[in-house]
């Protein structure tokens, strides 16, 4: 679902430090987000994002979860962070307690606030997706609107069509059996048909 040049050329991790300078490392001055995304790069397992090790690249978009305890932080000194340092494209900012959810686009490297659809979702240009709630939940739908399910949804959703799919295979089998029958009452031989 996420726009890339190579659509599964991308990295996506949560609560993992991303390391960004040297001077970072010397006064232990560790910088973690909720959750990010880095577009055009290689999906391996990762312990940690290093910028340097990764050819300079840095999230292309970052999504913090806010609490009581780091709300602030999440809202200015890490905003400001992503803005001038990490330049990262999507910002994104959900309070599950109040259902808040703020969005921002970099422009002339500036963070602008995105505003919501009529649906209150937010568009991640980078991503090809809004980011909105769903049952007090931060989901992803799709530039229609529509659900993108998480992976357990994904697997129900393809068990629950295979399932389906037997159910209507078995009811095609019992009514050429039942026609089958009907015909041979009636002395024609449907294997001659």
């Not at 050329?9 to 300078?21: D, E, H, K, P, R």
């Not at 959703?157 to 159910?167: D, G, P």
């Amino acid at each position: 679902m996420i726009r890339s040049k190579s659509r599964l050329a991308y990295y996506a991790s949560g609560n993992l430090t991303i390391y960004y300078n040297a001077e970072q490392l010397k006064k232990r001055d560790f910088c973690g987000s909720d959750f990010f995304v880095v577009l055009d790069t290689e999906k391996r397992p990762r312990k940690s994002w290093v910028v340097w090790g990764e050819q300079g690249k840095y999230p292309d978009v970052i999504v913090e979860i806010l609490s009581d305890s780091t709300a602030n932080i999440d809202r200015n000194n890490k905003k400001i962070l992503y803005q001038n340092t990490f330049r990262t494209p999507n910002y994104f900012g959900f309070d599950p307690n109040t259902l808040e959810l703020q969005g921002f686009r970099l422009i002339d490297g500036q963070y602008q606030a995105i505003s919501p659809n009529e649906q209150g979702y937010l568009w991640s240009e980078q991503l090809g997706l809004y980011l909105g709630i769903f049952d007090r939940k931060l989901r992803y739908f799709t530039a229609d609107g529509q659900l993108v399910p998480t992976p357990q949804e994904a697997e129900l959703q393809q068990r629950q069509a295979k399932e389906q799919a037997l159910l209507e295979k078995e009811r095609e089998r019992q009514a050429k059996e039942k026609l089958a029958q009907k015909l041979r009452e009636l002395g024609i031989d449907p294997d001659a048909i």
